[in-house]
């Protein structure tokens, strides 16, 4: 972590904002925007709910960084390392009776193959899957300070994998990690795209067999790098949709009209992006206009939460929000933790 990493909290702020966009967009997930103004009124108006209740989108961002955090508390990151007790996390999170946020199909039925002792996690994963479950909770791998481009790369990817295997889902995970850690660590939001985008083609043929093993063998794929290429493919699609919405949209039009929904990997990361970008610095207003989307409101204003918390840190939320998330202490220990 560089030391304006350091000055301004990144880790506190993206977990933070990744919550409180959680939060707002949970009463508006599956409304249409219609429907959102009429239940909340103006958009650039909306409140966060008493209770700050989040969803599956926080709950297993938590689990990802306990896990992380076992892993790494045991020596350096590597694939067998952290996939244990991120597994164990998965399946702790599927068993808690807290686990009542209208969670994904795709988590719920991986993490119930998942228990089974002894069953390779590559047999568990939901490899038709390009779900957003996976990239709405990898913000803890772009936050950890100290791994390589490598640990990071394969980190992002094998915890979409456990649950999330298509290789888009691989590849909007790494994407969205990246996304954070450049905020993070301090670069302008104007060159974003272009520093994704040259990303994506970088890693476009790049399979990760040490952190992937033999995954792509249950793709109809010829290839390993075929497998992954695929992934790539839709996210340099999407950011090209991206790079031309941030031009031209108008902040009051449905961003879900430019690049998506969100239900699915790429779209989630794009339209949580969009949200960003349309108000850098302005962030309450980026989680509003995210939570008023007809799309998957509470993952992509939980993207956007975490674009924008990593970007201006954790003093980016008001107090009076910031202290009534739900799960507000383990998110400011982890935040403490990847931002000392």
């Known amino acids: 972590m560089t030391t304006t990493g350091i000055r301004k909290r990144a880790a506190t702020g993206a977990l933070t904002g990744l919550a409180l966009g959680d939060a707002l967009g949970f009463p508006t997930e599956f409304n249409d925007v219609p429907s959102i103004l009429a239940k909340c009124g103006p958009w650039r108006e909306m409140e966060l709910p008493r209770p700050a209740i989040v969803t599956d989108d926080t709950q297993m961002t938590l689990a990802l960084g306990r896990g992380l955090r076992t892993a790494m508390d045991r020596g350096l990151l590597g694939p067998k390392r952290m996939e244990r007790p991120v597994r164990e996390e998965f399946v702790d999170w599927y068993l808690s009776p807290d686990n009542n946020r209208a969670p994904g199909r795709t988590c719920l039925v991986a993490c119930n193959l998942l228990k089974a002792e002894g069953r390779f996690w590559q047999d568990a994963s939901?490899?038709?899957?390009?779900?957003?479950?996976?990239?709405?909770?990898?913000?803890?791998?772009?936050?950890?300070?100290?791994?390589?481009?490598?640990?990071?790369?394969?980190?992002?990817?094998?915890?979409?994998?456990?649950?999330?295997?298509?290789?888009?889902?691989?590849?909007?995970?790494?994407?969205?990690?990246?996304?954070?850690?450049?905020?993070?660590?301090?670069?302008?939001?104007?060159?974003?795209?272009?520093?994704?985008?040259?990303?994506?083609?970088?890693?476009?043929?790049?399979?990760?067999?040490?952190?992937?093993?033999?995954?792509?063998?249950?793709?109809?794929?010829?290839?390993?790098?075929?497998?992954?290429?695929?992934?790539?493919?839709?996210?340099?699609?999407?950011?090209?949709?991206?790079?031309?919405?941030?031009?031209?949209?108008?902040?009051?039009?449905?961003?879900?009209?430019?690049?998506?929904?969100?239900?699915?990997?790429?779209?989630?990361?794009?339209?949580?992006?969009?949200?960003?970008?349309?108000?850098?610095?302005?962030?309450?207003?980026?989680?509003?206009?995210?939570?008023?989307?007809?799309?998957?409101?509470?993952s992509i204003a939980c993207l956007t939460g975490a674009f924008a918390g990593a970007h201006l840190g954790a003093d980016a939320w008001p107090g009076e929000w910031a202290e009534r998330i739900e799960y507000r202490g383990e998110l400011l220990t982890l935040g403490a933790l990847w931002d000392a």
């Not at 300070?145 to 094998?158: F, I, T, V, Y």
């Not at 399979?207 to 290429?229: M, V």
């Open 126 to 298: 939901q490899i038709g899957s390009k779900g957003c479950g996976a990239n709405m909770r990898v913000a803890p791998i772009g936050l950890v300070p100290g791994l390589s481009d490598e640990q990071r790369s394969g980190a992002a990817q094998l915890q979409s994998a456990l649950t999330h295997g298509h290789p888009t889902a691989l590849a909007a995970s790494d994407l969205t990690a990246h996304a954070v850690r450049l905020l993070a660590q301090g670069a302008e939001p104007t060159g974003l795209v272009g520093l994704l985008r040259s990303y994506a083609v970088e890693s476009r043929t790049r399979y990760h067999h040490r952190w992937l093993g033999d995954l792509w063998t249950r793709s109809q794929d010829p290839t390993p790098e075929h497998f992954i290429a695929r992934g790539w493919d839709d996210c340099l699609e999407i950011l090209d949709r991206l790079q031309d919405a941030v031009r031209a949209n108008s902040p009051e039009t449905d961003p879900c009209l430019a690049t998506g929904a969100g239900w699915i990997a790429e779209e989630a990361l794009a339209t949580g992006l969009l949200c960003f970008l349309l108000f850098v610095e302005e962030p309450v207003t980026a989680l509003r206009r995210a939570a008023c989307t007809s799309g998957d409101s509470d």
